[in-house]
């Protein structure tokens, strides 16, 4: 007998085992090594999140007491992706050019941004998934009650053990664990979670294989082949199963829906896609997964009817079966693949659900609350990570509150369908809004909310029975005793399916309710745009313009930006629109495409109708003009097309002339400086030069008889000696940069010492300048030239000692290590260097402020531009952080392995 001990160990390798991979695919990620992570397989394989416990307990005991109604469960998915794969397509396209995250972020922002109708799919997405989480908490306890007793039969008084109801809080608890680990590692949702992807792939392969494995053990160990399979199935309670067709159809369609609109079903199809050309390899392989799966089902339902004593439960024959035949191992591995069909689903579903709630729900009240707006001072990362981590915790406690409410003892597939149908009535608003432009957001509200309370009302609440939820009178005798109003019996009904009557009417009333509400109502113009980029997503790609340009400022955005994508993202983001722009070096113009794109950017972290709220603030609510929405209602083809290269042509010469400009000044500029440096560098020589010559001759003709004065006079004929040298040292040391003659002595050193050098050289601490810096993250080794690499940190922290101007000078010395490069930040908390010179302090000559304060031929940044060039890295100036701010960088090759 395999004790349950030996049970639990095999279970928590397996975990481990799991988590591993995940870890090793994260890293891959991580150094750039994607390879097959990204690959077609993987993508299909993921797809498998589908097929959880229900269809892998499930349908067997669905198919031995429902006979081959079973299969609408897999045809509907199946007609999806070979005949309708266009749809997935056209959300997959939507998904990357929107960067949408889930699917209350797509219904979101197809109607106009609207945080109100992202709250209530959400809501729905929620209440609706639950039910299908207690499903699989439900399932892995009951496997497990396999194991925890001598008998196989695994009866209803064995289920609602205190024990199991214990088993089932630490399974829901691990999986929070893991889902926390891997799925909110970043909060843009649009980088794909590649460890957990790679995981989900594996469990698909091993409950695939396990459900294979007893199916070939039922047939041809068991049973004498196919053959005698057919004499089990004659024998069977199932040869006598009728088709009902409007049960068959509305379970199809039911299925189809799901596979649709469930939250992780979008994720893994919109969300983790990376290439959409690798649907056109899941709209064959996935129909051939869900084939395998569905191919012994029926082979193990009639030989367990007949095997297994009376009162087994059927939902369980995939493991009762090989334990009564004492095949324990074959026992175990079945037991794995019923665990990985459970734990694949909860964990995407616990990521695209938490997603949501801190996007939709979260981040709204957050910001409503706030009264300093959009570029609040904080870091709204840490925000969205704790909100994504509670929301797994909260989304897993109602799936585990469900299981204990509901007792556990309700068939998996009746808890699927109540599921199914929850989701479902996203479907009218969802393909409404991608293929009906006229469909608007009251229409869209309108009809989610009456088929949410539909589906409430008919089937969720009296599926916890009479008193339970709903009183035992209200289900018997309708309201107020109005028959036609029962829950289960609306318009009469009652002769229906439970099922089936709450998907019939749920769907009817949301769809007149959306067609009615939007032919009533007239779309805002943000609707219109959004529909346009919607409906035409494969005509218009980039999207349509939905910012007035100027009414925003780039620094303020950008403090925006550095709150959400973190410093290293925003920055890059904003100096590679301001490099589009001609403006190398300063920040970008607010235009209205790249107003559009970063919304677009910040939607990827805090989802769409968020974003829109926060630029909206900072904006003043500029929102789009009649002018942009009839050009975008504009139909024809010829006059975009032609409208699109006078856009481009007028963009181009503004963007020449600005660069014409932009360099004019540059040259006036460095004029300037050169004239200025000619006249400074020509006193600079003369006044030591001169005072050489002056103490010189009055040693040399004796006219001084004291030792002190000669003393004095010969220190002051050494002093101006050694600044003459110091000047002259540093127009040699550029000449021999710039010429390349500059022979570099790599060492291997720690970052940490460069920097403690620097400092020390400085005597920073005792001018008053104080220094913030991190210990732990400059333990970076390096290979390079040390003293040149001191050079350029000595002549940055000397250079916030001469001219920040704070009544409390302070320098803080950050280092980041991202994924190409090794980069030190110097900001100090000074005035910063005006805009209309910060082009040109790396230039030779450039000076800026009091000369004769600061000292110096203004040739110190120069020549830290020129080491870090022959360093292999770079430096820049950082605009927008409050201070004087320079990042040096050291690309990742001369990183050393640690």
């Known amino acids: 007998m395999l004790s349950f001990n030996l049970l639990l160990a095999v279970c928590l390798c397996y975990v481990v085992l799991l988590f591993a991979i995940a870890f090793w695919a994260e890293k891959r990620a991580e150094g750039g090594r994607l390879g097959w992570l990204r690959s077609p397989l993987v993508y299909t394989l ?16 669905y198919a031995a007491r429902s006979g081959l109604e079973f299969a609408t469960i897999y045809l509907g998915p199946t007609l999806i992706m070979v005949g309708w ?9 939507i998904g990357r050019t929107q960067r949408i995250t889930s699917i209350a972020d797509l219904i979101s922002s197809r109607y106009g941004k609207s945080t109100l109708l992202g709250m209530l799919v959400t ?35 064995h289920w609602q053990s205190p ?11 691990g999986l929070a664990i893991f889902t926390i680990v891997f799925g909110t590692r970043n909060i843009d949702v649009n980088e794909r979670h590649h460890g957990v992807v790679t995981a989900i792939a594996v469990e698909a392969v091993v409950k695939l294989l396990a459900l294979l494995a007893v199916g070939a053990f039922v047939v041809w160990s068991v049973a004498d082949g196919p053959g005698d399979i057919y004499r089990y199935i004659d024998a069977s309670p199932i040869s006598d199963w009728q088709v009902a067709p409007g049960r068959w159809i509305g379970l199809t369609f039911l299925s189809a829906a799901a596979f649709l609109c469930l939250p992780r079903m979008f994720h893994v199809l919109v969300v983790e896609n990376a290439d959409e050309r690798h649907l056109a390899t899941a709209s064959w392989a996935f129909p051939l997964y869900l084939f395998a799966m569905s191919l012994f089902v029926v082979p193990i339902a009639v030989v367990g009817l007949a095997t297994m004593p009376e009162g087994s439960n059927p939902d369980l024959f995939v493991l009762t079966l090989p334990l009564s035949f004492d095949r324990e191992v074959l026992a175990m591995f079945a037991f794995l693949g019923g665990f990985s069909s459970a734990t694949s ?16 729900i979260v981040m709204p009240i957050w910001l409503a609350t706030r009264t300093d707006g959009a570029s609040m001072s904080g870091d709204v990362r840490n925000v969205l990570l704790l909100s994504r981590r509670l929301s797994i ?60 309370a539909i589906w409430l009302y008919a089937l969720l609440l009296p599926s916890f029975g009479p008193d339970a939820a709903m009183p035992a009178a209200l289900l018997q005798d309708g309201p107020w005793g109005v028959g036609w109003l029962r829950p289960q019996a609306l318009l009469g009904t ?89 403006k190398q070096g300063y920040l970008p113009d607010t235009t209205s495409d790249f ?95 001169t005072s050489i010559r002056s103490f010189s001759e009055i040693l040399r003709d004796g006219g001084v008889e004291e030792p002190e004065a000669r003393s004095r006079y010969a220190g002051i004929i050494h002093d101006e000696a050694l600044r003459l040298t110091r000047l002259l040292d540093d127009l040699l040391d550029l000449s021999v940069l710039e010429n390349g003659q500059v022979t570099l002595n790599e060492q291997d050193v720690m970052l940490s010492q460069v920097i403690d050098r620097a400092v020390t050289a400085t005597g920073s601490r005792a001018d008053g300048l104080r220094i913030r810096r991190n210990p732990a993250d400059e333990q970076v080794p390096l290979r390079t030239d040390p003293d040149r690499l001191a050079q350029v940190f000595i002549n940055l922290i000397a250079n916030a000692r001469k001219y920040c101007d704070a009544a409390e000078p302070e320098l803080g010395i950050a280092v980041r290590r991202g994924g190409v490069a090794v980069s030190v930040d110097f900001v100090d908390n000074g005035a910063g260097i005006p805009r209309d010179a910060q082009a040109v302090i790396f230039e030779k000559f450039s000076r800026l402020g009091d000369t004769s304060a600061a000292g110096g031929a203004g040739l110190g940044l120069a020549i830290c531009r020129e080491i870090m060039v022959r360093l292999g890295g770079g430096i820049s100036y950082l605009p927008g952080q409050g201070g004087a701010a320079f990042r040096v960088t050291l690309p990742l090759a001369n990183v050393r392995a640690a």
């Open 345 to 360: 689903m909860v964990i995407v579903a616990a990521i695209a659900l938490a997603t949501m709630v801190s996007n939709h």
């Open 595 to 689: 107003l559009d794109r970063l919304e677009r950017e910040l939607a990827g972290s805090v989802g769409a109708a968020t974003a829109h709220a926060m630029l909206g603030q900072i904006t003043g609510g500029a929102a789009v003009s009649v002018e942009e929405l009839m050009r975008v209602a504009d139909e024809t083809a010829q006059i975009m097309e032609y409208s699109a290269q006078l856009e481009a042509k007028s963009a181009e010469l503004s963007r020449t002339a600005r660069q014409l400009r932009e360099a004019n000044e540059k040259l006036t500029a460095l004029s300037i400086q050169k004239d200025a440096f000619l006249s400074q560098i020509s006193h600079e020589l003369r006044t030591p030069m």
């Open 393 to 452: 915790i909260g989304v897993l406690g109602l799936g585990y509150t469900y299981f204990r409410v509901s007792g556990g003892g309700t068939a998996l597939a009746a808890i699927g369908l109540i599921s199914f149908v929850g989701v479902a009535q996203v479907l009218p608003a969802l393909l409404g809004g991608i293929f009906w432009r006229g469909a608007t957001r009251v229409g869209a509200a309108l009809g989610v909310g009456v088929g949410f």
């Open 85 to 93: 794969w266009g749809i997935l397509r056209k959300m997959v396209r």
């Open 163 to 173: 024990d199991l109801e214990a088993t089932a809080l630490w399974v829901a608890a």
């Open 46 to 61: 993921s797809l498998s999140i589908y097929c959880t416990a229900w269809t892998f307990y499930g349908a067997v005991g």
């Open 494 to 582: 009652g002769a229906m399916d439970p099922v089936i009557h709450a998907l019939f009417w749920s769907i009817l009333l949301n769809a007149l309710a959306f067609c009615a509400g939007s032919l009533l109502t007239f779309p805002t113009p943000l609707e219109r745009l959004q529909g346009a980029d919607f409906v035409h997503v494969f005509r218009h790609p980039a999207g349509a313009r939905g910012w007035s340009p100027g009414m925003a400022e780039a620094e303020d955005l950008l403090i925006m930006a550095q709150r959400i994508l973190g410093p290293s993202e925003a920055q890059a983001l904003f100096q590679a629109e301001a490099s589009a722009q001609g």
């Open 123 to 157: 809501l729905l997405a929620v209440l609706g998934t639950t039910p299908y989480i207690a499903l699989q908490l439900q399932s892995v306890t009951l496997s497990f009650a396999v194991f925890a007793t001598d008998s196989h039969v695994a009866t209803p008084e």
